[in-house]
């Protein structure tokens, strides 16, 4: 039973970490300083559009 819980943890951890990662491989792909502002102001409206419709 333990072990079942320790795997979906382990799973859930996992899929957060590939989730942030492919996040950074996209803001280092945006990371040119005149696209910066732009992206920033864009991934806090994307925040926000995912925390109301959540």
Known sequence: MESAVMLIATTKRSRIIL??????????????PRNLERALRQVMVNKVVQE???
């Open 19 to 32: 989730k942030y990662k492919t996040t950074i491989k996209m803001i280092e792909q945006v990371l040119h």
């Open 52 to 54: 109301s419709t959540e």
